[in-house]
């Protein structure tokens, strides 16, 4: 497998897309930051004990954003919810290299982005990223969101997976099958050969063009789903904003009842350690092959909110293998594979 920080080599559209509406950077702005107050809104009663702190900042070259961050709660350890709209002349190399013919306009960029830590390792990582990008004729949707368990439940993932399904389903049905193999090549630590966690939806230049898949990895399950079907029908700028809406509020319905029905449940060192070591992959993906990172790193973006991914506690050992016959082992063997979750054959 590739990773999505290499250059794209899938074929470009035929189609010319068509040009977004006058008012669709306001439209999207009003959206990001809507779904920012309703997750956090949702995550305030999850939690219990602790509120979101939120700092407003300022980019020099243009724009800004909200972060908000949940610290030391009664479900999470750390967690942050960001909202961010930039724009300025100068691209940064990591869109020219995938977006060539954006070379020479100004751009806009805008999303909301999120990571939540819980401290109970029997309560998964999650992660959620939609965004928005313009420059001169060139437009895109883009995100995903992906579910990492450290002691994970065969029903937790599966009603994940069913809900971001159900969500994609309402505008095609082939999103969810090829978006969902691209979640497992996204969030893939090749130095590592194994997936972040249990996956979910990933998608990206997504402008109404051409085939679904535009990603850099030409060989694999996503693109050749993507082959077979062929270009789809063009689709508007309103049909992918109406899409990406949906998506952002499949959150709340899919994280919560997880982390609800394992937020009391008893563990002790051994689970919080290997909680704590499994930690240390997602800190090694985000500094290494997250693209949100690296352009909000290119784009001179607030630090403190880029890295809010991070989380508060993490170890590293060297040369760790799970015990045989262990949940830990389970995860390794089962979980860190990547699995046709919803096609009833997947058992632990």
């Given at each position: 497998?590739?990773?999505?920080?290499?250059?794209?080599?899938?074929?470009?559209?035929?189609?010319?897309?068509?040009?977004?509406?006058?008012?669709s950077r306001d439209r999207v702005s009003a959206f990001m930051q809507g779904i920012q107050d309703e997750i956090c809104a949702g995550l305030e009663v999850l939690d219990g004990e602790a509120q979101f702190q939120q700092d407003q900042w300022e980019r020099p070259e243009g724009g800004g954003g909200r972060s908000r961050v949940i610290?030391?709660?009664?479900?999470?350890?750390?967690?942050?919810?960001?909202?961010?709209?930039?724009?300025g002349q100068q691209l940064p190399p990591s869109i020219l290299v995938q977006r060539p013919e954006a070379a020479g306009h100004g751009f806009y960029a805008t999303g909301t982005s999120m990571v939540l830590h819980p401290r109970n390792p029997y309560i998964?990582?999650?992660?959620?990223?939609?965004?928005?990008?313009?420059?001169?004729p060139v437009w895109w949707f883009g995100g995903g969101i992906d579910l990492t368990p450290y002691y994970p439940d065969v029903q937790d993932v599966k009603h994940f997976h069913q809900t971001l399904k159900d969500a994609c389903d309402r505008h095609h049905p082939d999103y969810y099958p090829d978006f969902k193999l691209w979640c497992d090549e996204y969030f893939y630590l090749k130095h590592r050969d194994e997936t972040r966690g249990v996956g979910g939806i990933f998608f990206d230049y997504q402008d109404g063009r051409g085939e679904l898949y535009?990603?850099?990895?030409?060989?694999?399950?996503?693109?050749?789903?993507?082959?077979?079907?062929?270009?789809?029908?063009?689709?508007?700028?309103?049909?992918?904003f109406n899409f990406?809406?949906?998506?952002?509020?499949?959150?709340?319905?899919?994280?919560?009842?997880?982390?609800?029905?394992?937020?009391?449940?008893?563990?002790?060192?051994?689970?919080?350690?290997?909680?704590l070591y499994r930690r240390g992959r997602y800190v090694e993906f985000n500094l290494v092959y997250d693209r949100g990172t690296i352009f909000g790193l290119q784009t001179n973006g607030r630090t403190e909110s880029i890295l809010m991914s991070l989380p508060p506690l993490v170890r590293w050992e060297y040369s760790y293998q799970p015990e045989p016959n262990t949940p830990e082992q389970q995860l390794y063997d089962i979980f860190l594979k990547p699995q046709d979750w919803l096609g009833g054959n997947v058992t632990a």
């Open positions: 497998m590739t990773t999505s920080s290499a250059p794209n080599q899938t074929q470009a559209p035929t189609a010319t897309p068509a040009p977004p509406p006058a008012d610290k030391n709660g009664g479900v999470f350890e750390q967690g942050g919810v960001n909202f961010s709209e930039v724009w998964p990582t999650v992660h959620l990223n939609y965004r928005y990008f313009e420059a001169g535009r990603g850099p990895d030409e060989n694999g399950p996503a693109a050749q789903y993507s082959q077979k079907l062929g270009e789809l029908p063009q689709r508007s700028w309103e049909d992918l990406v809406n949906d998506c952002g509020k499949a959150f709340l319905p899919a994280y919560v009842p997880i982390a609800e029905a394992h937020k009391h449940q008893a563990y002790g060192d051994r689970e919080r350690d290997f909680q």
